[in-house]
């Protein structure tokens, strides 16, 4: 894949949206993500959609499946702008149940399957959902009733939510039989593209989460910008072993097969060992991973003996690539096209991505401003700096949200004219090539999950042994960073520093998801440092 056939982009205009937004937007688009789906089908219908653990369905079976879900929440009474939470990993019944909700104007609320009670009963109850749909395995986590505040919960394991069970020709049928083709959607009135179509919650710098409002007009342009910046095609094979409850799983690898037809390949989660068995038996082609998950690969002693020569897009972002980690696959596999990208949950996935053939040449950079993009990088009083100075980049374009649900506050402190206000110190030199420095807000990276110190601050805060808390990364080799916790406690905690640890651990793994959780503390009786101004010195506190 050449540089000029990734930038051969249909044409592009001026549009007003959200009220007060002016953005260059694709003028020829779908409206929504059932659209994609209808012209998917139209165009795509017998391919491969989705594979998973020895079974596959066709494009037109996906949408047969996703009537049959969509009139079953349709009789549950789930309509036009209902929120239904989906706490559902790796699996077809994630695809499946989002499209369904898709198809009747509803918005999907992903969690995690690594969240606990709390953080789940509390996404529920901010959004107003009205439903969950869950994996049996998950029962255990689900809130009690009363934390849940009304909304029903309905297993994806159950028959009335598994059309894959049907045979394709049963499937076909039933659709026939009630006079509608697999494909058609139900009635009632079209999404409009504004509308919000998933709200994805991310961690907030006041310990609570806040919920992203990704408009279908947000994620049509973000499966676009992949779709023409890594030329997707249908001919596509995809491996998500990221989350799909993650902005990038959903967006980059579920909506982005969508848009152009490819297939995509299912894995339950990612083990180097099982991710490269998978890569190979499917001709996988295209996928996104953090740099330690290839690292994790390289590391595989028979690494060689895999054939993935059909790998042509290795897609990375979260943290930096090691040149050692480059030129091994460069090495091992040279057909094998590194394309590092940023963005965030705001800015519905890619805000830039390496143009294909240059990541060697640019190993500093996460690439340039996607097709529709206007990334300006600003100073403490709100001026743009110059080319190759360094200051806050602002991203501006289709593809950053309208604003957090029900938060007008965090609302107005990140979004300034249409610009979300990222908190990442970077720079933009002469030839449009983004470098990310540093973060303004205090967040740990661990191998691309981000972590906000003081939500774990928050939760150690509330148990009766701890003084106080802080939360900092420490440096690792291969996730980037660990989150480390240096506690000041009670006397007589501090007196058994190893069981008050194991306490602090299980207070934390009942109340955060377990990427969150304190791999190392640092236990004591003395108060954390300060300055003179009475400001908690985190800097003296990180592990070298």
């Known amino acids: 894949m050449s540089d000029s056939q990734a930038r051969a982009l249909p044409a592009m205009r001026r549009e007003a949206h959200f009220g007060d937004r002016v953005v260059r937007c694709f003028a020829m688009r779908p409206a929504g993500i059932d659209q994609m789906l209808h012209e998917t089908v139209a165009r795509h219908g017998a391919r491969d959609a989705l594979v998973f653990e020895g079974r596959s369905w066709s494009w037109r079976e996906l949408a047969a499946g996703v009537d049959r879900i969509a009139a079953g929440l349709q009789a549950e009474g789930i309509g036009r702008g209902d929120r239904v939470g989906m706490l559902i990993g790796n699996r077809p019944e994630f695809v499946f149940s989002l499209l369904a909700i898709q198809r009747l104007g509803a918005i999907a609320v992903p969690i995690s399957i690594r969240e606990q009670a709390p953080g789940i009963a509390y996404m529920l109850g901010h959004c107003g959902a009205v439903l969950l749909l869950h994996e049996d395995e998950l029962t255990d986590r689900l809130p009690p009733p009363d934390a849940l505040a009304g ?96 902005v ?134 709100g001026c743009e700096v110059a080319a190759g100075d360094t200051g806050e980049l602002w991203i501006g374009g289709p593809m950053v949200v309208r604003g957090y649900w029900d938060d ?35 967040m740990i990276n661990r191998g691309g999950y981000k972590i906000y110190s003081v939500e774990v601050e928050n939760v150690l805060a509330g148990c009766d042994e701890v003084l106080e808390a802080a939360v900092v990364g420490r440096p690792c080799p291969v996730l980037g960073e660990r989150v480390h916790a240096v506690v000041a406690v009670t006397p007589q905690a501090a007196a058994a520093p190893s069981a008050c640890e194991a306490r602090l651990r299980a207070w934390c793994a009942e109340r955060l998801a377990d990427y969150k959780v304190p791999e190392s503390w640092v236990i004591q009786a003395e108060p954390l440092p300060r300055n003179a101004n009475g400001k908690l010195m985190k800097r003296s506190l990180r592990p070298t």
Not at 180 to 206: C, K, M, N, R
Not at 412 to 439: K, L
């Open 151 to 246: 909304v029903r919960c309905c297993s994806v394991d159950g028959d009335a939510w598994r059309p894959w069970r049907e045979s394709p020709a049963s499937s076909a049928a039933s659709a026939a039989s009630s006079g509608q083709p697999p494909h058609a959607p139900l009635p009632g009135d079209p999404t409009a593209e504004e509308d919000t179509a998933v709200i994805l919650y991310t961690s907030g710098t006041t310990g609570r989460p806040k919920g992203a409002m990704l408009s279908h007009f947000n994620i049509v342009h973000s499966a676009m910008h992949y779709e023409h910046c890594m030329a997707l095609t249908c001919a596509d094979r995809s491996v998500i072993a990221v989350p799909a409850s993650h």
């Open 408 to 442: 007008r506050p965090a609302t107005a402190a990140a979004f300034t004219g249409g610009y979300w206000r990222s908190g990442d110190i970077g720079s933009i030199d002469a030839d449009g090539f983004v470098q990310v420095f540093d973060r303004k807000k205090d």
């Open 248 to 381: 990038t799983g959903l967006v980059a690898m579920i909506v982005a097969m969508l848009r152009v037809g490819g297939a995509l390949v299912i894995a339950r989660s990612f083990k180097a060992r099982a991710f490269l068995e998978l890569a190979a038996a499917q001709r996988i082609s295209h996928t996104i991973l953090v740099p330690a998950m290839y690292q994790l690969c390289l590391l595989e002693p028979d690494f060689a003996a895999f054939d993935l020569g059909a790998w042509r897009i290795g897609a990375y972002g979260g943290a930096p690539m090691p040149r050692a980690t480059i030129e091994a696959l460069a090495e091992r596999l040279p057909r094998l096209t590194l394309m590092n990208a940023y963005g965030a949950t705001e800015t519905t996935s890619p805000a830039t991505i390496m143009p294909p053939g240059l990541q060697a040449d640019h190993l500093a950079s996460v690439g340039r401003p996607v097709p529709a993009a206007d990334i300006r990088v600003m100073d403490d009083a």
